[in-house]
Every structure is written in C-alpha cells, then in structure tokens.
C-alpha cells in the first residue's frame, strides 16, 4: 500500500487557518451584532471542523464508504437538533385549549 | 512481503482493504460519537433558546482568554498528531515517537489549563450545586447554564484523557517500529480520534465562552 501523503505546506497551511479562525471568532464575539453573533460564531467553528475532518482527518482522500459514515454523522446530528428545536422553538405559536 | 505478511489479518485481500476497514470502522464509531456529544449539543440548544440573558450572564463566568488559549493548544496538538500519521507514511520512526509526545504534551497542558479554569470556579463557589452561589439575576438558570459548561467539558476533558493513553500505547509501538508507510493504520485511527477531541472543542469553545457578550 503506497499512502496518500499530504505536503507540509499543506498540513501548516491548515494550521495557520485554524488559527487566524481561532483569533476571528474571539474578534467577531467582542462586536455586538445582536443575532448574528451566534451565527457566525458557528459557521467560523464550521468552517473550523471542515479543516480538521477535511484534511488532517483525510476525509478528502478516503474512500467513498468512509464519506459517506461522515456525512450521515452530520444528517443525523441535525435531525436531533432540527426536530427538537422543532418543538421547543413552536411552542405558543398556536393557542392550545385549556393551555392557560 | 513477510512484512505485510504479519501486518495483514486473514479476512483481507491486501493491506490496503484493511487499511479501508479500519478507517471505515473508525469513522462509525465516531459517528456514534457524535450523536452521544450531539444530545448534549441539542439540550444545551433547548435550554439557551429558552434563558439567552442566563447563558450570556453564564457565559460571563468563562475566562476567555484561557479558553481561546486552550483552544491554540488544541489546535497545535492536532498539527503534531497529523504530523505523526505524516511520519509514518514516510517511515520516520523516530519522528512519529517525538510528534506523538509533543502531542500528549499538548494534549496535557490544555487538561492542565483546564484543571486551572476548574479550580476558579471551585474557588468562587460556582460548582452546580447546594454550594452554588450566584448574586446576579436569573441564579437557577445561570446555575444550569455552569451544569452544561462542566458536563460539556468534564466529557471532553474525558475524552482527552482516553486519547492520551491511547497515543502512550502508539508511541510504544511506534518505538518498536511497528508502523511502516505499507501499515500505520492503528495510528491513522488513533489519530482519527483525537482530531475528533479537536473537533467537539471547536464548537465547545464559541458556544460556552463566547455567547453574546453585549448581551
């Protein structure tokens, strides 16, 4: 078996991104931008979590099978989140008998 | 050829199929990993849309500054990790020995760092609890929003307390040269794991130390 080898300038590459990242998140957290604080506080970590699993987990360069055990990971993570927040985030937008 | 020859488990055609299988397995067994972490993920959803002034005024009691710093930490830990797998396909045995101690190194400063950050709260009496002691508004639901922050952590930091041991035992190996560029798989997947350590800081971190500050 003749592994598939990432150049280093790669590998820091990654690294120096993940830490700019690091740095934007803390930056972007002390503006107050109301709702959208959390929003880009999670699509910074996103973004973060696609670096790691894409290339120092080599996700990029596994087989299809081992994409496809990832990306069902994230559809199921987000059927837990999405049908939860469903629920609770509904609840008193319609008025319910005997509710008080 | 007698190299892969003891390598090679009898079910698998050549080391790269076995390679695959490991890799595969891996995967989803962190898939269940992060359905596990993902219901902490969701309740801690639940109970911040339902108390935002308490997760913020919660979130006040995280220092950030040590959080960010552990978050570096984190993030140099899996540089070496990879450059530990990276060594290994290159067949640098003594690199992959010192880039797995760097690693566990790494990994137990930010264990260190953390212990630092769980003492201050012992010390100011925000452990959840009888002892729990919070004079601002909203103290209960503060005090649920600090049960997430030491569940959230407490298994993380669990976890990279498993992942230490588990890179100890491949520094072992690696010593003994038990990895070579046709076979690292044990160390790929232990690499796996921790990366995925990495990962659940990285949302850890914004979610329990950054939440709307102005707030």
């Keep these: 078996m003749t592994p598939h080898v990432l150049s280093l300038r790669k590998y820091f590459g990654v690294y120096a991104a993940l830490i700019v990242l690091t740095v934007g998140t803390v930056a972007i957290a002390s503006l ?69 | 050829m007698s190299e892969a020859g003891s390598a090679l488990a009898t079910q698998f055609d050549d080391l790269e199929q076995q390679h695959d299988a490991a890799t595969l397995g891996m ?83 930010f264990l260190g760092i953390k212990f630092v950050e769980y003492g201050h709260k012992y010390a100011e009496h925000l452990i959840p609890g009888s002892g729990f002691t919070y004079t601002g508004p909203y103290a209960q639901q503060v005090q649920l929003f600090v049960c997430f922050y030491f569940a959230m952590t407490g298994l993380h930091a669990l976890h990279m307390v498993i992942g230490i041991g588990l890179l100890a035992v491949m520094a072992v190996l690696a010593a003994r040269g038990r990895f070579t560029p046709a076979h690292y798989s044990p160390l790929e997947v232990a690499g796996l794991y921790w990366h995925f350590v990495d990962l659940v800081w990285i949302f850890l971190f914004p979610l329990l130390y950054l939440v709307d500050l102005h707030k």
């Excluded at chain 1, 107050?32 to 604080?37: E, T």
């Excluded at chain 1, 990832?70 to 999405?82: D, T």
């Design chain 1, 32 to 100: 107050d931008l109301g709702r959208l604080n959390v929003v880009f506080a999670l699509t910074i970590a996103a973004a973060k979590a696609g670096l790691v699993g894409l290339f120092f987990m080599h996700l990029l360069y596994t087989s299809h099978r081992t994409k496809i055990m990832a990306v069902a990971g994230l559809v199921w993570l987000a059927i837990l989140i999405a049908l939860t927040l469903s629920d609770v985030l509904t609840r008193g937008w319609l008025p319910v008998s005997g509710q008080l």
């Design chain 2, 27 to 109: 995967w989803i067994f962190l898939v269940t990993e992060i359905m596990f972490f993902g219901g902490l993920f969701a309740g801690y959803a639940v109970y911040r849309s339902m108390y935002p002034q308490a997760f913020a005024a919660g979130s006040r009691l995280c220092e950030i500054a040590l959080g960010a710093i552990n978050t570096a930490v984190l993030i140099s830990s899996s540089l070496t990790m990879a450059l530990a797998v990276r060594a290994a396909q290159t067949g640098r045995r003594l690199a992959i020995v010192a880039l797995l101690v760097a690693t566990m190194l790494l990994g137990a400063a």
